[in-house]
């Protein structure tokens, strides 16, 4: 049978799709990759590159240039009954693919399951549970399975050079109550993307300010090539904007260097962050649970430690 791995992507495919795709050669010797979009040039040839892959499907329209999840599930069901081989479709665990793929599932009457981490077999998986604090093995006989994977799991597949077969789709129109006027972010930090980066640099509420988020943690970012991010507190706040956050409720990331700054590590962002590879906490408050989970710890106030580390890099 087949595994379909819905593609994601912004100027190139992003890393968490080809950890999908790992995940996808873990259930099946066969990979399919759709791509959904407008003037995809690049983006395809991005998939048709990437080991393991078998065969890329495309379906382009310029009602595709803004993602929609109702038009997006639309084509990939007309795909899906098409292709009846198509026992398994695998999306990342991000909000796209938490948006898109139940919406697809229940389409075709099946459920979703949400953020496996690793597969024992064909119909057994396991996923955390309570914040990451238990993990538990699900079994299920779906005809067909729909599963968002969460990538800090799995490996990412290389991009191989080769050039695949790719084949077009007719796009079917379809009817919507959703139009996407202008898109617009508050997000003033860099374009590194927070799941794929291999450094992040998160801040909290003991920041103070959206002012000090941005001088203080940006150029730290900039000279580690990271990314922001930053506590549920301190996007309550208003000190960051809500597509950084980090933890239960937000992203959950495992790069090679996690700097946790002025946040004190609540149950909520460890979720989110404590697979990470290496993790620095700089905080004025000894007890802070950070620490408990940090490889290296920096006791005093941030103001202080922080421009002087960005300054000595």
Not at 300 to 305: A, M, Q, R
Request: hydrophobic fraction near 40%.
């Amino acid at each position: 049978m087949t595994a379909l791995v819905i593609a994601e992507y912004e100027s190139s495919i992003k890393d968490e799709t080809l950890r999908v795709v790992t995940a996808a050669k873990n259930l099946s010797n066969e990979v399919w990759l759709v791509i959904l979009g407008y003037e995809l040039e690049k983006i395809l040839n991005d998939g048709r590159s990437i080991e393991g892959v078998d065969k890329v499907f495309i379906i382009e329209h310029e009602q595709l240039k803004q993602f929609i999840s109702e038009v997006w599930a639309h084509q990939i069901s007309i795909l899906l009954d098409a292709n009846s081989n198509i026992d398994t479709i695998l999306m990342s665990s991000s909000s796209q693919g938490k948006d898109l793929l139940p919406r697809i599932a229940g389409m075709h009457d099946e459920e979703k399951l949400t953020d496996v981490i690793e597969i024992i077999s064909q119909n057994d998986f396991v996923r955390p549970i309570y914040a990451g604090n238990l993990h538990s093995r699900v079994t299920t006989s779906q005809k067909r399975k729909f599963l968002t994977i969460r990538g800090n799991k799995f490996n990412p597949a290389s991009m191989s050079g080769q050039s695949i077969t790719s084949e077009k789709i007719v796009f079917e129109d379809c009817d919507t109550v959703t139009k996407i006027v202008s898109n617009s972010s508050d997000n003033v930090t860099d374009t590194i993307d927070l799941l794929s980066a291999k450094c992040v640099i998160s801040g909290g509420r003991g920041l103070g300010s959206a002012e000090n988020y941005k001088n203080i943690l940006q150029p730290l970012a900039k000279k580690l090539r990271g990314a922001l991010g930053a506590s549920r507190a301190a996007v309550d706040m208003g000190l960051a904007p809500n597509e950084n956050q980090v933890g239960q409720t937000g992203k959950i990331v495992a790069p090679d260097l996690y700097i946790a700054i002025g946040l004190s590590g609540s149950i909520q962002h460890l979720a989110g962050m404590k697979d990470s590879k290496v993790i620095v906490a700089i905080n004025k408050d000894p007890e802070a649970p950070i620490f408990q989970v940090a490889t290296y710890g920096i006791i005093g106030d941030l103001f202080d430690v922080v421009p002087e580390l960005t300054e000595k890099i």
